[in-house]
């Protein structure tokens, strides 16, 4: 199912009961329903290794091993009088006792989550997700924004959850990505039901069989993808429209016979007339009229003219942990021109804005900037690291621009 208008993450934070609502509830199918939420900023850990990473998906499980061992640890010490309490024998046999019924509890708890099959889910999910086994112990934090997607993707599917919430999935990935992740949802994630909040339409068409719009806080479902959903929404609107025209005249007409009839010997056809309209407006036959969403307009002020050379990459060689991005590379951006950076996920590509920007630096060659009004920025994939959280929409925007705070602020004074 796909979720198209206003407050999409919120209702998949509904959903999850991460928020409450300001009235009525949201009914699961039980209690004990596993609802699994792929958001749209990856929740890793970047110091832990690949298989951390998964692991973490079953932090009951771990919690319940690691107690155990606590527990077999204290009462292998009791046994080998490692630790003196009261009498018989120096073992203290109420401590014992305890520990025994609670050792009993976790391995009922370790049965009951299968602990004895995690590293084997493991095994079987990495490489159906493009992980070797040369990606065990390499750090989360030397993967690509798409790669960390699919460890966060990895460990909601490792908890085999009734409900899969995806939001904006395809956010970070390249075109052979979101080809294999539509393929993955389609044909791997079983019979799994999902919600899925997306702006990529063609991802929308190729996965979903409900569509649920939610416009002017009402919330109406369309069967079939994205596409159909925008024809089936056309014919309403075009519908509604007709029949909002025809309400619209008849309201007139009977209007117009009330002022025309009122007060004179046809007093009695005007009470009619007065009693139709009264009907025409009651809840059950007035039509509303068709909500057209207003048009947003921004305007930019020119910006200076620059130079013809805008950027030059030179000699450029970069790369991590003796693997090599960048050898030799060479580049030159005009003004004017318009440049794609393609490539899959890893390949290099947010590195390369960062080394033009200066945030890295290269191992050899040089990135430079046009000398003559070449201002550049930068818009990162993360958002939530980029942003200030403490700050307001309006206080962020000020902070870029504070020129621009100005200039709203006298315009709001004309």
């Not at 318009?338 to 033009?356: C, E, F, I, Q, Y």
Request: with cysteine; glycine share 10%; aromatic share 6%.
């Amino acid at each position: 199912m796909g979720v198209n208008g206003a407050g999409k993450t919120t209702q998949l934070q509904l959903i999850t009961g991460a928020l409450d609502p300001d009235d009525g509830a949201v009914l699961r199918q039980s209690p004990q329903m596993r609802i699994a939420y792929l958001t749209q900023e990856f929740d890793v850990v970047p110091t832990r290794t690949v298989r951390e990473e998964f692991m973490s998906a079953y932090a009951d499980q771990l919690d319940v091993l690691r107690r155990t061992e606590e527990v077999q640890k204290k009462l292998e010490a009791m046994g080998s009088g490692g630790e003196s309490g009261g009498g018989n024998g120096g073992v203290d046999m109420e401590q014992m006792g305890d520990l025994l019924d609670e050792l009993q509890e976790l391995t009922s708890a370790a049965s009951d989550l299968d602990v004895s099959l995690l590293d084997k889910k493991v095994d079987e999910m990495m490489p159906e997700l493009g992980f070797g086994p040369d990606d065990n112990d390499r750090l989360v934090a030397s993967y690509s924004g798409g790669w960390q997607m699919r460890m966060c993707l990895g460990k909601i599917l490792l908890q085999d959850p009734d409900l899969l919430l995806l939001d904006e999935p395809t956010n970070h990935l390249d075109l052979g990505a979101i080809e294999w992740l539509e393929t993955y949802l389609r044909t791997r994630a079983g019979d799994t039901p999902m919600v899925v909040v997306s702006h990529d339409r063609e991802f929308l068409d190729r996965l979903c069989t409900k569509i649920v719009e939610t416009e002017q806080g009402v919330a109406t479902t369309y069967k079939g993808n994205y596409s159909q959903y925008v024809a089936q929404k056309a014919e309403k609107a075009a519908a509604q429209w007709v029949a909002w025209e025809k309400w619209n005249k008849e309201v007139a007409r009977q209007r117009e016979l009330v002022d025309r009839l009122a007060g004179g010997a046809q007093s009695g056809r005007a009470a009619a007339a007065e009693k139709e309209l009264e009907r025409l407006n009651s809840p059950s036959e007035k039509v509303e009229k068709p909500f057209v969403p207003k048009k947003r307009a921004f305007s930019f002020p020119n910006a200076d003219h620059s130079g013809q050379r805008v950027l030059e990459i030179q000699d450029l060689r970069h790369g991590y942990g003796g693997r090599i991005l960048f050898d030799d590379a060479s580049l030159e951006v005009e003004k004017g021109e318009r440049v794609a950076v393609l490539g899959p996920n890893g390949a290099g590509k947010s590195t390369l804005l960062r080394l033009v920007m200066g945030r890295e630096q290269p191992e050899a060659g040089r990135c430079s900037l046009g000398s003559h009004n070449v201002v550049a920025n930068y818009f990162e994939q993360n958002q939530a690291e980029a942003l200030d959280g403490r700050l307001t929409v309006l206080e962020t925007l000020e902070k870029a621009a504070p020129d621009a705070k100005l200039m709203v602020r006298e315009g709001e004074e004309e």
